[in-house]
């Protein structure tokens, strides 16, 4: 199995600030790799899909970069409605796996 | 609109087993495979396993291997989730999501969630 490390586990920020998480899986899975939110008592929301894709809808400060076993997320401009978690996750191969999460916080 | 809407809460107890439906609508339901993923309380989220309504056929994660059971209704546009013999670490918010058949292991949308309790 994929093992997926992501970092850190939490962090604060404050509104307008700029946040990187970084996410390495155990090994080298081209592109594919997936982002997530999820805010309390929600289900997950696909935010970027194959490294870097945004997925319809999602505002444009959110972003992502990497290839093969470093892969990471920003959001530019952190928005009052970006405090929630994210998930890495790699859809390069049985079973999915999925990053522990980081819980992006108000500071 | 894409929806997945899932049964309700459950609470069992011990040696019991879980069924969970998810229904689907907005979109053709042969065409995208269904994922189960499972997020214990206050933890990371657990793939269980996919099933292609097209067909049927299943892979399952090895750590439920012999507990867990995928099945859909293609007549009703429904995917169903069983696991047997419960414990309390099956406590958590199961949830059921879609992919496309272009990218098999990329859920895009997902249901609600359904809450389990296991419990004495």
């Known amino acids: 199995d994929i093992q997926m490390t992501q970092s850190p586990s939490s962090l604060s920020v404050s509104v307008g600030g700029r946040v990187t998480i970084t996410c390495r899986p155990s090994?080298?899975?081209?592109?594919?790799l997936n982002w997530f939110q999820q805010k309390p008592g929600k289900a997950p929301k696909l935010l970027i899909y194959?490294?870097?894709t945004l997925q319809s809808g999602v505002p444009s400060r959110f972003s992502g970069t990497g290839s093969g076993t470093v892969f990471t997320l920003t959001i530019s401009s952190v928005q009052p409605e970006d405090f929630a978690t994210y998930y890495c996750q790699q859809s390069y191969s049985k079973p999915v796996t999925f990053g522990g999460g980081t819980k992006v916080e108000i500071k | 609109q894409v929806q997945l809407v899932q049964s309700g809460a459950e609470v069992k107890k011990p040696g019991a087993s879980l069924n969970i439906s998810c229904q689907a609508s907005?979109?053709?339901?042969?065409?995208?495979?269904i994922h189960w993923v499972r997020q214990a309380p206050g933890q990371g989220l657990e793939w269980m396993g996919i099933i292609n309504p097209s067909g049927g056929r299943t892979t399952y994660t090895q750590k439920l291997q012999g507990r867990v059971t995928m099945s859909t209704d293609i007549s009703t546009d429904t995917a169903k989730l069983e696991l047997s013999s419960l414990t309390s670490e099956d406590t958590g918010v199961y949830y059921c999501a879609r992919s496309t058949f272009s990218m098999t292991l990329l859920p895009d949308h997902w249901g609600q969630g359904t809450p389990v309790i296991v419990s004495s």
């Open positions: 907005g979109y053709t339901f042969i065409s995208y495979y």
């Open positions: 090994q080298s899975i081209n592109n594919f």
């Open positions: 194959s490294s870097s």
